[in-house]
């Protein structure tokens, strides 16, 4: 299957400063891209979704201006956390598709703020 | 609203066992349907899909589904499960955009 690439895998940073997480599509590109929180135990829960050169479409109850997704490439996307504090430690996951298609996942990144 | 729904938590299961996840959706149209796993600190991996066509799917690592309109359901299944299938399984359906997910169940296949 498709291969999609995240990175890092973990950051530790400190509170108040941010965080950038990228998702690659290493082999296909991803006319759509998702960005995903997933709480321990619990399910995945939709941040944003983004189409290439566009803005992203946040879900309800999720900062846009906390969370800035960036889609400048139809291979890449980036998260980036800003003014990162202890309640924004989590698993984010990012992932991509085109059209219709099965989403590809990234491994995930475990952001620890501290 | 259109979601899909993981009745269980859980699911024990001894090794060798066949093994069932089940998933019911509640779609309007033509549902496009997923089953993906997550091992612990991991992304989402794919594991099959029905879009249309035959009712019974086959996936990777020997799993398969079977899509019933009747029942409205889309179980994971697998006739003899392995300690390595333990994991975390998420049903799935998609519009043209947003991929939706269920709960979750965590299986866990014993020795």
């Known amino acids: 299957g498709a291969v999609v690439s995240q990175h890092p895998s973990w950051v530790i940073c400190k509170s108040g400063t941010s965080v950038k997480i990228e998702c690659r599509s290493l082999?296909?590109?991803?006319?759509?891209m998702f960005w995903y929180r997933q709480f321990p135990k619990q399910s995945l829960m939709l941040m944003a979704t983004?189409?290439?050169?566009?803005?992203?479409?946040?879900e309800q109850g999720v900062e846009k201006d906390k969370f800035l997704i960036n889609h400048a490439s139809l291979t890449l996307s980036t998260l980036t956390v800003t003014s990162a504090h202890p309640e924004d430690s989590s698993f984010y996951i990012c992932?991509?598709?085109?059209?219709?298609?099965?989403?590809?996942f990234g491994q995930g990144t475990r952001l620890t703020v501290v | 609203a259109q979601s899909v729904a993981q009745p269980e938590d859980q699911v024990n299961v001894a090794e060798g066992n066949p093994l069932t996840v089940k998933c019911t959706y509640s779609?309007?149209?033509?549902?496009?349907l997923f089953w993906y796993v997550q091992y612990p600190n991991r992304g989402l991996q794919f594991l099959l899909k029905?879009?249309?066509?035959?009712?019974l799917v086959k996936g990777s690592y020997g799993f398969e589904a079977e899509f019933n309109k009747s029942q409205t359901s889309f179980h994971l299944k697998k006739p003899s499960a392995l300690v390595s299938d333990s994991a975390l399984y998420f049903c799935?359906?998609?519009?043209?955009?947003?991929?939706?997910f269920g709960t979750g169940t965590r299986l866990l296949v014993s020795p």
């Open positions: 992932s991509a598709k085109t059209g219709r298609t099965e989403a590809f």
């Open positions: 082999d296909f590109q991803a006319t759509t």
């Open positions: 983004s189409n290439e050169g566009s803005k992203a479409t946040y």
């Open positions: 779609v309007s149209g033509n549902p496009y």
């Open positions: 029905y879009i249309t066509g035959d009712n």
């Open positions: 799935a359906h998609t519009g043209f955009q947003k991929l939706v």
